[in-house]
């Protein structure tokens, strides 16, 4: 398992302690190449329940998808109904025009934590649908 930290974020939101239980921690500069660093290592994204800071992180990524930059799958674990104001706000800004490249941002929203994986190895063989194996989103790109 894996994390990626910044540094002043260390026994603010964790402990050295805690982030010893996982066996690659990175630990960056600041939130900028934290980011980036998942973005690199990701094969794809999900927005569990949170704050303003998992908003501001899946909207950078729904931006570089919108933008292009990428393909991976973007989920939003929508627990409870919590992520339906954000997805009330996507379908708002969709009619209005705001969302140009809708064909390319299309985030996958699942109900339950056991539909995770499952949302994202279907996403991953649309992908390429003649692989036997479920392929890197990565190299697809």
Not at 40 to 46: C, L, N, Q, T, Y
Not at 107 to 133: L, Y
Request: overall charge negative; glycine content about 6%.
């Amino acid at each position: 398992m894996a994390a990626i930290i910044p540094s002043f974020l260390i026994n603010r939101e964790t402990t050295k302690a805690a982030l010893s239980t996982f066996s690659d921690v990175t630990i960056t500069e600041t939130m900028h190449e934290r980011k980036h660093k998942m973005f690199e290592r990701s094969d794809a994204f999900v927005a569990l329940p949170g704050g303003i800071g998992t908003v501001e992180e899946i909207v950078e990524i729904m931006t570089w998808c919108q933008l292009g930059q990428h393909r991976k799958p973007i989920v939003f674990a929508n627990i409870n109904g919590f992520w339906d104001p954000m997805l009330g706000m996507l379908d708002h800004l969709r009619r209005a025009g705001f969302i140009h490249s809708g064909h390319l941002m299309q985030p996958i929203v699942v109900d339950r934590v056991e539909e995770i994986i499952p949302a994202i190895v279907a996403a991953a063989q649309e992908v390429d649908p003649f692989d036997n194996e479920i392929p890197s989103i990565i190299a697809k790109m």
